[in-house]
């Protein structure tokens, strides 16, 4: 996974572009108030360093150096700062109740770690903290326009909602949505968001 993601990142072009997720910056005024972000999954940090850029300390935790590498490169360009952490989201330990925010777009887990991953971004935030999600459903197979491409590393939508029982769901929703993110996200894509409160 580690060599994918690094040859992924290895080259000057931000290959998802260096501004947010639409859904990310969409819901950045509920963010106020909630000084600490954990962005999981978080590439080359282009979410990162938005919600740094906004006044937020976030900590940027990826499996891929050379993600990491960009998300401190781009934080530099916009002269703000964002804590770097490789980390193997599946199998190594996060902390647990830290955070104001925990956030993950687009995060490509198989199956079999979905829920383990899932349960990690549940588990960083405080009490009465927010947890925000956008994420390839199956259905993004037939769009063709971004995401793995095979149903193993896509989201069903009646799991993540099992996985967050316990939390209140303040937004949930299935469908279609454009994206134009780099050269790797481009059209109209099949996702499922989330806002959780804890």
Same mark, same amino acid.
């Given at each position: 996974?580690?060599? *994918?993601?690094?040859?992924?990142?290895?080259?000057?072009?931000f290959?998802?572009?260096?501004? @947010?997720?639409?859904?990310?910056?969409?819901?950045?005024?509920?963010?106020?108030?909630?000084?600490?972000?954990?962005?999981? #999954?978080?590439? %080359?940090?282009?979410? $990162?360093?938005?919600? $740094?850029?906004?006044?937020?300390?976030?900590? #940027?935790?990826?499996?891929s150096?050379?993600?990491?590498?960009?998300? %401190?490169?781009? #934080?530099?360009?916009?002269?703000?700062?964002?804590?770097?952490?490789?980390?193997?989201?599946?199998?190594?330990? /996060?902390?647990?109740?830290?955070?104001?925010?925990?956030?993950?777009?687009?995060?490509?887990?198989?199956?079999?770690?979905?829920?383990?991953?899932?349960d990690?971004?549940?588990?960083t935030?405080?009490?009465?903290?927010? /947890?925000?999600? %956008?994420?390839?459903?199956e259905?993004?197979?037939?769009?063709?326009?971004?995401?793995?491409?095979?149903?193993?590393?896509?989201?069903? @939508?009646? *799991?993540?909602? %099992?996985?967050?029982?316990? &939390?209140?769901?303040?937004?949930? &929703?299935?469908?279609?949505?454009?994206?134009?993110?780099?050269?790797?996200?481009?059209?109209?894509?099949?996702?499922?968001?989330?806002?959780?409160?804890?």
């Amino acid at each position: 996974m580690g060599n *994918h993601w690094d040859e992924r990142f290895g080259s000057d072009v931000f290959v998802y572009g260096e501004k @947010p997720n639409a859904f990310i910056e969409s819901q950045v005024s509920l963010l106020e108030g909630k000084k600490k972000v954990v962005a999981f #999954a978080e590439g %080359e940090g282009r979410n $990162a360093v938005f919600l $740094a850029k906004q006044g937020h300390d976030v900590t #940027a935790w990826d499996y891929s150096v050379n993600g990491l590498k960009k998300t %401190e490169q781009l #934080a530099n360009q916009y002269n703000v700062r964002v804590e770097t952490e490789q980390k193997d989201l599946i199998h190594d330990q /996060v902390i647990t109740e830290e955070f104001d925010v925990g956030i993950m777009v687009f995060g490509h887990f198989p199956k079999e770690n979905q829920k383990t991953v899932f349960d990690k971004l549940l588990s960083t935030v405080k009490p009465g903290g927010l /947890v925000l999600f %956008e994420v390839y459903s199956e259905e993004q197979l037939r769009y063709q326009t971004g995401g793995p491409k095979t149903e193993d590393m896509l989201y069903n @939508p009646q *799991h993540l909602l %099992e996985w967050s029982k316990g &939390f209140e769901v303040k937004h949930f &929703f299935y469908g279609e949505q454009n994206r134009e993110e780099g050269i790797l996200h481009t059209g109209m894509a099949h996702v499922i968001q989330g806002i959780l409160r804890k």
